[in-house]
């Protein structure tokens, strides 16, 4: 479909289609404005696959190799490279997939390791070497790169310079981190998080909890709850939300310092 939205869409102008056939998602545009990178399954490919095309939905191109399942594609800034997951070392196969049964879930292949390459994919290079699941990669506006690992043996939050160096964890608590996202001055970072026990393979997105982690980045290599669990578990018991809502909290990564919020003003925020 092109032209405009039908229905009773009421909040969008001027929808276009841009894609049609398999599953087309995760797109992000590129620093101009001028392309998006996404996943796509297809006939050739029932594995997603990343690829780039232009923002009126012409020139698609795939940008990883074909083999493997990727996910999470993402340009650097300036648009010089590009960075997506990929499990194509860990096999060229499709992973196979989860059981649906009780509704979405997310796998978490231990196959999956970040790579970056250049626009049109080639120079493809790995960023991550490290046992099981390392993916849903994303850039700070001066390149720094925060993402979701198992490396410690549960799903925690790191960042990595832009080339793979100086890996440093963010997160420290059990039950599955993941999903960061940088606010646009690269001072804030947004993510998912539940606690759960560790050693879940799949993540169930309902019932999930938004943090947003508060200071600077880079400087910190664990964030610290501090006060912030007791606070939070206070807000439920006083408020008791519905537990299959997201939440948002703040996560202090300045010296582990969380600043003072309004309990009701962070249920309000999540709705």
């Known amino acids: 479909m092109t032209g405009p939205a039908t229905g009773t869409e009421r909040h969008l102008r001027n929808i276009r289609q841009l894609t049609e056939?398999?599953?087309?998602?995760?797109?992000?545009?590129?620093?101009?404005?001028?392309?998006?990178?996404?996943?796509?399954?297809?006939?050739?490919y029932p594995c997603d696959q990343n690829y780039t095309m232009k923002i009126d939905g012409t020139d698609k191109r795939r940008v990883s190799t074909g083999t493997g399942r990727t996910t999470c594609g993402y340009y650097y800034p300036g648009g010089t490279s590009i960075l997506f997951a990929s499990t194509?070392?860990?096999?060229?196969?499709?992973?196979?997939?989860?059981?649906?049964?009780?509704?979405?879930?997310?796998?978490?292949?231990?196959?999956?390791?970040?790579?970056?390459?250049e626009p049109d994919g080639s120079k493809l290079t790995p960023l991550t070497r490290t046992p099981g699941y390392d993916a849903e990669a994303t850039i700070a506006p001066d390149g720094l790169i925060v993402f979701t690992s198992v490396r410690d043996g549960d799903m925690e939050i790191y960042s990595m310079k832009a080339d793979g160096s100086d890996v440093k964890r963010l997160t420290n608590r059990p039950g599955p981190d993941g999903g960061p996202f940088f606010s646009w001055?690269?001072?804030?970072?947004?993510?998912?998080?539940?606690p759960l026990q560790a050693g879940h393979g799949v993540v169930r997105?309902?019932?999930?909890?938004?943090?947003?982690?508060?200071?600077?980045?880079?400087?910190?290599?664990?964030?610290?709850?501090?006060?912030?669990?007791?606070?939070?578990?206070?807000?439920?018991?006083?408020?008791?939300?519905?537990?299959?809502?997201s939440h948002?909290?703040?996560?202090?990564?300045?010296?582990?310092?969380?600043?003072?919020?309004?309990?009701?003003?962070?249920?309000?925020r999540a709705s």
Not at 90 to 110: F, M
């Open 205 to 245: 997105p309902h019932a999930l909890e938004v943090g947003l982690a508060v200071g600077v980045v880079r400087d910190m290599e664990y964030a610290r709850l501090g006060g912030q669990r007791r606070r939070r578990e206070q807000h439920r018991r006083e408020r008791r939300p519905d537990p299959n809502l």
């Open 21 to 44: 056939g398999g599953e087309n998602a995760e797109a992000y545009f590129s620093p101009d404005g001028s392309r998006l990178i996404y996943q796509s399954t297809r006939p050739e």
């Open 88 to 117: 194509h070392e860990a096999g060229a196969v499709c992973p196979p997939k989860p059981s649906y049964d009780k509704g979405y879930v997310w796998p978490i292949y231990a196959g999956y390791d970040i790579y970056r390459a």
């Open 185 to 194: 001055d690269g001072k804030l970072i947004a993510f998912r998080g539940r």
């Open 248 to 268: 948002r909290f703040p996560l202090g990564i300045e010296g582990g310092r969380c600043p003072k919020l309004d309990p009701a003003s962070t249920l309000r």
